[in-house]
């Protein structure tokens, strides 16, 4: 029975703040798309988001999935106890099958309109950067707990496997939301197996059509798979946000705390009723390519 390092319990809060502290260094000097609104602001609202969220999540998300694979791995329950696989081979394949059932929970919180309500509190962020990582209301959070049991539950997921995917979920998720100008050729190179800034722009979008597209977290292969992979859009013709939610006010902790339970707008019109499109403009790249 494989155990956690103890070092392990601070290994993922160091990382994520080295991770951190470095990309919003890099992407201060190598911006890929320019800011709408003050960073000032729109930083003390993100922080105080996501100090909710981490909270929530250390006290119910993190203790309930661990608990969740241990419960599993001394009954032997789940998926990948059914198999007899090397140690090292089990937690590769839980990282994966964590990875891709993350992809379908990301995409139902897109296409149910209950999820959508909450996880709209990300995409409303009117710009992306590495703050705009762990923007989550603290309702996504609370109801994604369930979701992780199921998860770890049923897959038969590792205690050990569990905290080798956060710390690479933790990392990936600031990787994909940093406003970071990497040369197009590395990104392209990168993108063929890990999720980069310019794919998760698009998944930003106001364009309804490109939000509904690139759900995957830490492999890029699951778009692909799926038929969600959309790369052709270019940077500076994004515009960030949700349109119907990108008033100054829409933007202040309180009224995001509030938003899940208040009255939708048209989430995908902008305040005029017109909606955001994007037609392909003549001899445009292929679908598949970053620009």
Same mark, same amino acid.
């Given at each position: 029975?494989?155990?956690?390092?103890?070092?392990? =319990?601070? *290994?993922?809060?160091?990382?994520?703040?080295?991770?951190? @502290?470095?990309?919003?260094?890099? $992407?201060? +000097? /190598?911006?890929?798309?320019?800011?709408?609104?003050?960073?000032?602001?729109?930083?003390?609202?993100?922080?105080?988001?996501?100090?909710?969220?981490?909270?929530?999540?250390?006290?119910?998300?993190?203790?309930?999935?661990?608990?969740?694979?241990?419960?599993?791995?001394?009954?032997?329950?789940?998926?990948?106890?059914?198999?007899?696989?090397?140690?090292?081979?089990?937690?590769?394949?839980?990282?994966?099958?964590?990875?891709?059932?993350?992809?379908?929970?990301?995409?139902?919180?897109?296409?149910?309109?209950?999820?959508?309500?909450?996880?709209?509190?990300?995409?409303?962020?009117?710009?992306?950067?590495?703050?705009?990582?762990?923007?989550?209301?603290?309702?996504?959070?609370?109801?994604?707990?369930?979701? =992780?049991? *199921?998860?770890?539950?049923?897959?038969?997921?590792?205690? @050990?496997?569990?905290?080798?995917? $956060?710390? +690479? /979920?933790?990392?990936?998720?600031?990787?994909?939301?940093?406003?970071?100008?990497?040369?197009?050729?590395?990104?392209?190179?990168?993108?063929?197996?890990?999720?980069?800034?310019?794919?998760?722009?698009?998944?930003?979008?106001?364009?309804?059509?490109?939000?509904?597209?690139?759900?995957?977290?830490?492999?890029?292969?699951?778009?692909?798979?799926?038929?969600?992979?959309?790369?052709?859009?270019?940077?500076?013709?994004?515009?960030?946000?949700?349109?119907?939610?990108?008033?100054?006010?829409?933007?202040?902790?309180?009224?995001?705390?509030?938003?899940?339970?208040?009255?939708?707008?048209?989430?995908?019109?902008?305040?005029?009723?017109?909606?955001?499109?994007?037609?392909?403009?003549?001899?445009?790249?292929? =679908?598949?390519?970053?620009?």
């Amino acid at each position: 029975m494989p155990e956690i390092p103890p070092s392990w =319990r601070y *290994l993922n809060p160091a990382a994520a703040i080295v991770i951190f @502290l470095l990309l919003f260094l890099l $992407e201060s +000097l /190598f911006p890929l798309r320019r800011p709408k609104r003050r960073r000032g602001p729109r930083l003390a609202v993100n922080f105080s988001l996501t100090a909710l969220a981490l909270v929530t999540g250390v006290l119910t998300v993190r203790p309930v999935a661990l608990g969740g694979a241990a419960w599993a791995e001394a009954h032997t329950f789940g998926l990948l106890h059914l198999l007899p696989l090397p140690l090292g081979i089990q937690v590769a394949v839980g990282v994966l099958l964590m990875d891709l059932t993350f992809y379908y929970w990301h995409r139902l919180n897109h296409t149910r309109l209950l999820l959508w309500r909450f996880h709209n509190v990300h995409h409303t962020d009117p710009d992306l950067d590495v703050s705009t990582s762990f923007r989550f209301h603290l309702g996504e959070v609370l109801y994604s707990t369930l979701f =992780r049991l *199921l998860q770890v539950g049923l897959l038969g997921i590792l205690p @050990l496997t569990y905290v080798s995917y $956060e710390l +690479l /979920f933790n990392g990936a998720t600031m990787f994909q939301h940093c406003n970071l100008r990497l040369p197009v050729a590395w990104e392209r190179l990168l993108n063929k197996i890990f999720v980069t800034p310019r794919m998760h722009g698009i998944h930003h979008s106001v364009v309804a059509q490109e939000t509904y597209a690139n759900y995957s977290v830490v492999f890029s292969w699951w778009d692909r798979l799926h038929l969600s992979l959309r790369l052709n859009v270019p940077q500076g013709a994004i515009i960030i946000g949700v349109p119907g939610y990108l008033l100054p006010t829409d933007n202040g902790v309180v009224n995001l705390l509030k938003l899940p339970l208040m009255k939708p707008r048209r989430y995908w019109a902008w305040p005029s009723g017109k909606l955001p499109n994007r037609l392909p403009a003549p001899g445009a790249a292929p =679908r598949f390519m970053l620009e």
